[in-house]
């Protein structure tokens, strides 16, 4: 069974933080890794994604990811925290090609 | 820009009613998603589709059926809706391959009272 970890559900930082979001997931094979961002009372939106090469890869309004093989991770990062990133992060990971399954996500809260 | 359309967005039904969300894309995507939304669960896969026609199980099928009668359009439904399918419910598409990222409506609320 393929599972998706995300063991903070809430985060909260001042603003000009940087702030880390953690990603744990249990997959013995290949799988296309992503974080979605949902801001309140909206759909998700695609922030991220990894499917192979460089392990860190970059996204949308300076967020990034590190892929850790060796701790099936994917943290999801950014260094300075703008009030405007509050809102609910989603890691997902897809195990092939159709199916995309959704961790519990993690509310950051960022405080001015 | 992708576009995913649902509706109603908001629907109020009682125990035992027959509900019908619709979900249709203008991208062309092949495939598309029907997850709901609960408080701790995260969102958990319903059913989804790869074309017209075609239909796989999801995670948290029991409860609901669901139809895909053109790439487009992407239909859930609740034949005997009980209280515990009261959610949030999204469609969502997304092109063929493994790294497509997938394009999500606004959702639906539904209430089953």
């Known amino acids: 069974t393929q599972t998706v970890s995300q063991s903070d559900a809430h985060v909260t930082v001042f603003e000009g933080d940087s702030v880390e979001l953690r990603c744990n997931y249990s997959y013995g094979g290949s799988i296309y890794l992503s974080w979605y961002i949902q801001h309140h009372g909206h759909g998700l939106q695609f922030l991220l994604k990894y499917y192979s090469g460089n392990p860190v890869v970059q996204g949308v309004n300076g967020f990034e990811a590190e892929f850790s093989k060796s701790d099936s991770s994917f943290h999801l990062r950014k260094a300075s925290v703008h009030w405007s990133d509050s809102a609910v992060y989603f890691c997902?990971?897809?195990?092939?090609?159709?199916?995309?399954?959704f961790g519990t996500g993690t509310r950051l809260q960022v405080l001015p | 820009e992708a576009a995913v359309t649902q509706s109603p967005r908001n629907k109020v039904t009682v125990t035992g009613g027959n509900v019908t969300l619709s979900c249709r894309q203008t991208n062309s995507h092949n495939y598309m998603y029907w997850y709901r939304q609960d408080t701790g669960h995260g969102l958990r896969l319903i059913h989804y589709s790869y074309g017209a026609g075609n239909l796989q199980i999801g995670d948290v099928p029991d409860g609901y059926k669901a139809t895909r009668t053109t790439q487009e359009d992407f239909f859930l439904l609740l034949e005997l809706a009980s209280p515990s399918q009261t959610s949030l419910y999204f469609c969502?598409?997304?092109?063929?391959?493994?790294?497509?990222?997938?394009?999500f409506g606004e959702g639906s609320k539904l209430t089953v009272l």
């Open positions: 997902a990971v897809s195990p092939n090609t159709n199916k995309v399954v």
């Open positions: 969502a598409s997304r092109a063929g391959g493994a790294t497509g990222q997938l394009y």
